[in-house]
C-alpha cells in the first residue's frame, strides 16, 4: 500500500489498473477524459497489459467493450454526460447479455443548455437499463469501489454490468490522499474473469439472440435476479476487501447519526460530505439530525432506507437530478421503499446542484430546518422562493 | 489449392434460419462461412441475417456468432478480436456480415473507425440494396431510379433520386489493407477473395452485391442469374483494392443490355427511356474511371 495525492478521476484509474482489464475502449469527454488519459499512460509505460483501442465514439465504446466481454475478456470503457447517452442503446443491450463490462461515468449535467459542469441527470435518466449503479463520495471510495466493481459484476451469481458515478469536477478533478493498494493484495482479492456466457471456439455459442414473446419474459426476469443478487455479492465483495485492504465499506447505504435521528436528509454523491459537517453542527447544538448517503442506486437499498429512517419525524431527499413533469427521480425511489415498508412520514424533494451548482453549507443546515415544519413538497435550491410556490 | 466449387467444404454453418426463397445475403453468409471454416467468431448486425438466424431456441449458426447493435458491426468486431487475443487465442476469424443500410448508413462510423485502427476483422456488406429486413425502404445503397416503400414511383417523383454511395471506394480511400467487390452471381470469385481476405492482417473488406427477389422483384430462382447480369451489364463490378492499387478483376468485353436487367425487375418497371439513359450514362462514366484508375 502507498499514499498518493490523486484526484477522483486519478484514482479510479488507479483501481482499474489493478483490476487488469484486458481490454479498455477509451472515447474523450470532459470530465472523464483523465481517466482514459491515465490509462493510456499505465498501457504505455507498461504498468498495464490491456488491449488500448481508440475507438471513435462513445457508441463504439460500448459495443466493442461488449464483443471483449461476449468472448470473456475483462472489460472497462467510460463516458460522462453526453456520452452516455449516446451510448444509451449499448446499455440495456450489455445488461441484457449479462456481460459484466465496468464503466465510470463522470455525473455531468445534460444539454441544452450545455454545461460541462457535475449534475446526476446523466446517469439518473439510465437508472433502468439494468446497470448496477454505485456513486462514490471520495477518491478513495473511487479507487476502491473500481476494484470492486468488478468482482461483484463478474459474480457468477450477478452478471451485471457496472456504472460507477464520480460527481463531475468536484469528485473527478479535487485531490485527495489515496492509498494505492499493492498489485499482490489487488490480485488476492481479484480472481480471474471465468464465465460460460460467452462465445468460445471449443464450443461455438449464438449469443445476443432474439426471444419472442414466449421466452421474453424468462430473460428479463433472470436479468432482474442477478441485479437483485448484487445486494448480497456487494456485501461479501465489501467484507473480503476488509480482510485484504482494512477499509470496510457499508453496503448499499452509508448511515451517519440515523440510529436516534429525527430528521433524515438522504443523498448521494461527493454532497454527503458537506451534509455530515451540517449534522455535525446541527448535532453540537442538541438536534437530532442524521445523514442518509445512498451508495447503491440499483440494486435499489429498499429496506436500508426503511431501516434507517422509520422512527424518525421527517425526512428529505437531497438530488442532483429532476425528471421533469414529476419529482427528482431518487426522491421517487425513497417514498416507494417507504411505501412498502408500510411507514408514514412526511418526505420533501430538494433538487440541487444542477449544471454544477454550489449547493452551500447554509443550504444544507436550512434544509433541516424546514424539515422541522414536516412537510412534504418538492422545491428547487438555488431559485427565489416564487417559483418553488412558496 | 484455390478455392472453388469443388474444394469447398461440405461443412455446413449456417443452415436451418427461416431467411426468404432465393436470399442471396444468405447465400453470401453461407459461402464465406464455409471458406473460414468452423473457427470464425461472425458478428451480424440488427437486419435480416440476425433475423433469420437467431430465434430463441431455433439459433442457426455452427460457429460462435453475436448480433450486434445496428450500428456497432464494427466496434463489436473490434472488441471481439480484441478480447481472443488478450486470452493469447489466435486461431479464429473475426468476421462481420451487415447489410447495405447497416454498412453504408448507420454502420459507416463504426467501420469507418476500425478501419482507422486496422483492426484485424473481415467485414463483409451484403448489398441488396435498400432495408430489406423492415420491408424494403431507400438506403445510400439503392441505385438510382429504384422503387422503395420510401421512395415510391408516381407521377411527381420516379423511385429514388440519388445514386448509390460509392462504398468500395470511400473504404479504399482508408487505405486499408485489402477491400474488394463481389457478387453472388460469380461465387467463385467471392470465394477467392474471402480466402484471400483470410490470410491477410489488417482490416479487411467485402462488399459483394447480393439479392432480394422480395425487394428487387424477380423470381426466387433467378438470384444468381440477376447477380450475374448486373455484373455483365456493367451496373456493378468485381474489383479489388490492395497495396494503395485497385486492380478490375473481370473486364466485360461488350455490356449485355442495361435495359434488360433493368425491366425484368418489377423495383425499376416504372423506368422512362429517358431514365435508363440516365443510368447507362453513368455507367458508362464510371467505366471510364475504372480504366484509368484500375489495373
Given at each position: 500500500m502507498s499514499k498518493k495525492f490523486l484526484s477522483g478521476n486519478e484514482a479510479f484509474a488507479y483501481g482499474v489498473r489493478l483490476a487488469r482489464p484486458q481490454v479498455i475502449s477509451a472515447y474523450p469527454i470532459t470530465p472523464q477524459t483523465i481517466v482514459v488519459e491515465k490509462l493510456s499512460e499505465f498501457v504505455e509505460d507498461g504498468s498495464l497489459n490491456a488491449e488500448f483501442i481508440h475507438v471513435e465514439s462513445e457508441h463504439s465504446a460500448l459495443s466493442c467493450a461488449i464483443g471483449a466481454s461476449s468472448v470473456g475478456a475483462r472489460a472497462f470503457t467510460a463516458t460522462s454526460s453526453q456520452g452516455l447517452l449516446y451510448m444509451a442503446e449499448c446499455l440495456p443491450y450489455a445488461a441484457g447479455g449479462r456481460f459484466p463490462i465496468v464503466m465510470m461515468n463522470a455525473n455531468r449535467s445534460t444539454a441544452l443548455p450545455w454545461n460541462i459542469y457535475g449534475d446526476q441527470r446523466d446517469s439518473l435518466s439510465q437508472l433502468d437499463s439494468g446497470w448496477i449503479q454505485a456513486y462514490a463520495g471520495n477518491a478513495q471510495e473511487a479507487l476502491d469501489l473500481a476494484l470492486m466493481s468488478f468482482y461483484i459484476a463478474e459474480h457468477s451469481e450477478v452478471s451485471t454490468p457496472f456504472m460507477a458515478n464520480l460527481d463531475g469536477f468536484?469528485?473527478?478533478?479535487t485531490y485527495e490522499v489515496v492509498d494505492v493498494p499493492t498489485q499482490e493484495q489487488a490480485n488476492a482479492f481479484l480472481p480471474k474473469y471465468e464465465t460460460e456466457n460467452k462465445l468460445d471456439l471449443q464450443n461455438p455459442r449464438n449469443l445476443a439472440f432474439s426471444a419472442g414473446p414466449d421466452t421474453n419474459t424468462f430473460f428479463k426476469y433472470r436479468e432482474h435476479l442477478g441485479i437483485l443478487n448484487a445486494s448480497k455479492i456487494i456485501e461479501k465483495a465489501e467484507e473480503r476487501f476488509a480482510e485484504i485492504f482494512g477499509r470496510r465499506y457499508s453496503g448499499l447505504t452509508e448511515s451517519y447519526q440515523?440510529?436516534?435521528?429525527e430528521f433524515i436528509l438522504i443523498t448521494l454523491g461527493s454532497i454527503s460530505g458537506l451534509v455530515r459537517e451540517a449534522v455535525d453542527k446541527l448535532r453540537a447544538e442538541g438536534k437530532r439530525a442524521g445523514l442518509l448517503r445512498l451508495r447503491y442506486l440499483r440494486p435499489f437499498p429498499n429496506e436500508e432506507i426503511a431501516n434507517a429512517v422509520k422512527d424518525a419525524k421527517a425526512l428529505a431527499v437531497l438530488e442532483k437530478d429532476v425528471s421533469f413533469g414529476n419529482e427528482g427521480t431518487v426522491y421517487t425511489n425513497v417514498n416507494s421503499a417507504l411505501q412498502k415498508a408500510g411507514i408514514t412520514l412526511p418526505t420533501s424533494n430538494y433538487i440541487g446542484g444542477l449544471g454544477g451548482k454550489n449547493i452551500s453549507f447554509e443550504e444544507i443546515i436550512n434544509i433541516f430546518d424546514e424539515l422541522e415544519k414536516q412537510q412534504s413538497k418538492v422545491k428547487f435550491l438555488g431559485i427565489g422562493g416564487e417559483a418553488n410556490g412558496d | 489449392m484455390a478455392i472453388n466449387a469443388k474444394t469447398l467444404s461440405e461443412t455446413e454453418l449456417f443452415y436451418g434460419h427461416k431467411a426468404c426463397a432465393g436470399c442471396g445475403g444468405s447465400l453470401a453468409v453461407r459461402i464465406a462461412l464455409k471458406v473460414l471454416g468452423e473457427n470464425a467468431v461472425a458478428v451480424l448486425p440488427a437486419g435480416c441475417m440476425s433475423a433469420v438466424g437467431f430465434n430463441f431456441p431455433q439459433l442457426c449458426f455452427g460457429n460462435n456468432a453475436i448480433i450486434s447493435t445496428f450500428a456497432g458491426t464494427a466496434s463489436m468486431l473490434t472488441g471481439v478480436e480484441a478480447g481472443l487475443r488478450a486470452q493469447g487465442i489466435t486461431d479464429f476469424h473475426a468476421v462481420g456480415f451487415a447489410g447495405d443500410g447497416g454498412t453504408a448508413d448507420i454502420g459507416l462510423q463504426a467501420l469507418s473507425g476500425a478501419i482507422d485502427r486496422n483492426d484485424d476483422i473481415l467485414y463483409i456488406c451484403y448489398d441488396n440494396e435498400a432495408y430489406m429486413n423492415t420491408g424494403i425502404q431507400k438506403s445510400s445503397l439503392t441505385p438510382f431510379g429504384a422503387r422503395t416503400t420510401t421512395t415510391p414511383a408516381g407521377k411527381n417523383i420516379r423511385g429514388n433520386l440519388r445514386p448509390k454511395k460509392n462504398l468500395f471506394e470511400i473504404v479504399a480511400a482508408h487505405g486499408i489493407p485489402y477491400a474488394a467487390t463481389a457478387s453472388v452471381g460469380y461465387l467463385n470469385d467471392f470465394m477467392r477473395k474471402v480466402e484471400k481476405a483470410k490470410n491477410i492482417r489488417g482490416t479487411k473488406y467485402i462488399h459483394v452485391l447480393a439479392p432480394c427477389p422480395t425487394g428487387w422483384g424477380v423470381k426466387t430462382d433467378e438470384t444468381v442469374e440477376i447477380a450475374k447480369e448486373v455484373v455483365d451489364c456493367g451496373l456493378w463490378y468485381l474489383a479489388e483494392y490492395e497495396n494503395g492499387e485497385f486492380t478490375l478483376n473481370q473486364r466485360p468485353k461488350e455490356f449485355s443490355d442495361v435495359s434488360a436487367y433493368l425491366k425484368r425487375q418489377s423495383r425499376f418497371k416504372h423506368l422512362t427511356d429517358a431514365d435508363i439513359e440516365i443510368i447507362t450514362k453513368s455507367r458508362d462514366e464510371k467505366w471510364e474511371f475504372i480504366k484509368k484508375n484500375f489495373k
Open positions: 468536484v469528485l473527478t478533478h440515523t440510529d436516534d435521528a | -
